[in-house]
Every structure is written in structure tokens, then in C-alpha cells.
């Protein structure tokens, strides 16, 4: 099993800024990628960025741009900057982890969520 522990979310206004964070401890062996997906209300789950241990990533069109994804594989902790955020991106944001590569990701391992709030 992994455990997943985020931070970061919080209240912003449009044109913000906010950093989650994501640390991952357990059987990290077992997996070689993490990322976020985010869940806004009445939506469905969506891929938000993901990063594999060779540092490969992988984002979605809304996030290229704003969102820049890193890890620090020594701390298992994943980093999503985001910038220049607007209303739409109101959601949960959730840390995954799993097996992924260049244009993959298959995840296995949530955590809790974080809300992130944008205000126009």
C-alpha cells in the first residue's frame, strides 16, 4: 500500500497562485509515477499533470502553460505549482500514484483530496 498525504489548497483569487504538495509513503517501490486529478462539482474526475520517477510529464490542456509538476524523488513528495489561476479551475485536487510513462498513467493510489477554490 501507499499513503498519500496532500497540502496546499486553500482560497485564492483569480489570477493567483498556489502550490500543493503531495508526499507518498509505504510500498513506493511499487510504483514509478504520481500526478493530480481534479474533480470540480457536477463534473467528472479529470487529469490534471503527472510525473514519472525518469521525470517525464504529462499534462492536460488546461493545465500546459499554468501548472508545472515536479517531484523530489528523495523525499517521495510531488510539487504542482499552479499559476494565473482562474474560476474554472474550482475543484478538488486529488494526488495519485501508480505506474506510468511517456504518454501513460495508470493510477492506483489516491489520497484524500484538497480543495482548491478560485474566486473570480
Known amino acids: 500500500q501507499v499513503q498519500l498525504v496532500e497540502s496546499g489548497g486553500g482560497l485564492v483569487q483569480a489570477g493567483g497562485s498556489l502550490r500543493l504538495s503531495c508526499a507518498a509513503s509505504?510500498?513506493?517501490?511499487?510504483?514509478?509515477?504520481m500526478g493530480w486529478y481534479r474533480q470540480a462539482p457536477g463534473k467528472q474526475r479529470e487529469l490534471v499533470a503527472v510525473i514519472t520517477s525518469g521525470g517525464s510529464t504529462m499534462y492536460a490542456d488546461a493545465a500546459k502553460g499554468r501548472f508545472t509538476i515536479s517531484r523530489d524523488n528523495a523525499k517521495n513528495t510531488v510539487y504542482l505549482p499552479m499559476n494565473r489561476l482562474k474560476p474554472e479551475d474550482t475543484a478538488v485536487y486529488y494526488c495519485?500514484?501508480?505506474?506510468?510513462?511517456?504518454?501513460?498513467?495508470?493510477?492506483?493510489?489516491w489520497g484524500q483530496g484538497t480543495q482548491v477554490t478560485v474566486s473570480s
Open positions: 495519485n500514484a501508480g505506474e506510468g510513462g511517456r504518454h501513460y498513467y495508470t493510477p492506483s493510489y
Open positions: 509505504g510500498s513506493i517501490f511499487s510504483i514509478n509515477a
